[in-house]
T-cell receptor, first 108, second 114 residues
Framework: AQRVTQPEKLLSVFKGAPVELKCNYSYSGSPELFWYVQYSRQRLQLLLRHISRESIKGFTADLNKGETSFHLKKPFAQEEDSAMYYCALYKDGNDMRFGAGTRLTVKP | EAEVAQSPRYKITEKSQAVAFWCDPISGHATLYWYRQILGQGPELLVQFQDESVVDDSQLPKDRFSAERLKGVDSTLKIQPAELGDSAMYLC????????????FGPGTRLTVL
C-alpha cells in the first residue's frame, strides 16, 4: 500500500536560513507527488507538483525515485512561509494520500 | 474568485445524534471529494464523486456515514449516529477532472461529538 511519511511534525528556522521539509513515500507505481500548504486561517491549497517542475514562492521539490523522496526546499526562508505543509501522493485509481504534515515556523 | 463553500463551519453534537455537512464545489468541477482530518494527521479521503456517481468510497464507514451528490453539483455528507471518534475536521474539495489534478479545498466543518 502506498504511504507518505513526513518525519518532522515541527520545524523551526530563522528568517533567511535554508529550509528543507522532508517527504518520503512508498508506492510501487509511477508516483505523482504534490505539496499542499495551509497558512494560518486559510484553506489548504496546492503549492507545487513535481510534474510541473516549477518554483513557487521560492520553493522547489525534486522527485528522487532512488530514495523515494520528494523533499521541499527553499534557500532563504521568510516569515510568511510559516504554515502547515502536507506532502501528498496520487495513487492510480483516484486516491490522493496525504502525509501527517509538518508545521514550519520561521522566526524573525 | 470561485471557492468551495461548506456549511456549517462548526458543529457540536452529542453522540448518537445525526449530523449533516454540505459542500458546494467550484462551478464546473466534475470531481468532488470529502476528506476527514483528525487532529495531528493529514486529510484522509472518505468518498469521491465524479459528477453524481461515487467512484471511491472504500474508506467510508458505511454503517454510519452516507454521502450523496444527487444532481452532480453540491453534496451532503451525513453521519448517523455520531460517535465520539468522529470528532474531526471534515473537508470538501473539488477539481475539474478526476486524476492527479489540483484539488481546491473548502474551509472545512469542525465537528465535535460530546
Amino acid at each position: 500500500a502506498q504511504r507518505v511519511t513526513q518525519p518532522e511534525k515541527l520545524l523551526s528556522v530563522f528568517k533567511g536560513a535554508p529550509v528543507e521539509l522532508k517527504c518520503n513515500y512508498s508506492y510501487s507505481g509511477s508516483p505523482e507527488l504534490f505539496w499542499y500548504v495551509q497558512y494560518s486561517r486559510q484553506r489548504l491549497q496546492l503549492l507545487l507538483r513535481h510534474i510541473s517542475r516549477e518554483s513557487i514562492k521560492g520553493f522547489t521539490a525534486d522527485l528522487n525515485k532512488g530514495e523515494t523522496s520528494f523533499h521541499l526546499k527553499k534557500p532563504f526562508a521568510q516569515e510568511e512561509d510559516s504554515a502547515m505543509y502536507y506532502c501528498a501522493l496520487y495513487k492510480d485509481g483516484n486516491d490522493m494520500r496525504f502525509g501527517a504534515g509538518t508545521r514550519l515556523t520561521v522566526k524573525p | 474568485e470561485a471557492e468551495v463553500a461548506q456549511s456549517p463551519r462548526y458543529k457540536i453534537t452529542e453522540k448518537s445524534q445525526a449530523v449533516a455537512f454540505w459542500c458546494d464545489p467550484i462551478s464546473g468541477h466534475a470531481t468532488l471529494y470529502w476528506y476527514r482530518q483528525i487532529l495531528g494527521q493529514g486529510p484522509e479521503l472518505l468518498v469521491q464523486f465524479q459528477d453524481e456517481s461515487v467512484v471511491d468510497d472504500s474508506q467510508l464507514p458505511k454503517d454510519r456515514f452516507s454521502a450523496e451528490r444527487l444532481k452532480g453539483v453540491d453534496s451532503t455528507l451525513k453521519i448517523q449516529p455520531a460517535e465520539l471518534g468522529d470528532s474531526a475536521m471534515y473537508l470538501c474539495a473539488s477539481s475539474l477532472f478526476a486524476g492527479p489534478n489540483e484539488q481546491f479545498f473548502g474551509p472545512g466543518t469542525r465537528l465535535t461529538v460530546l
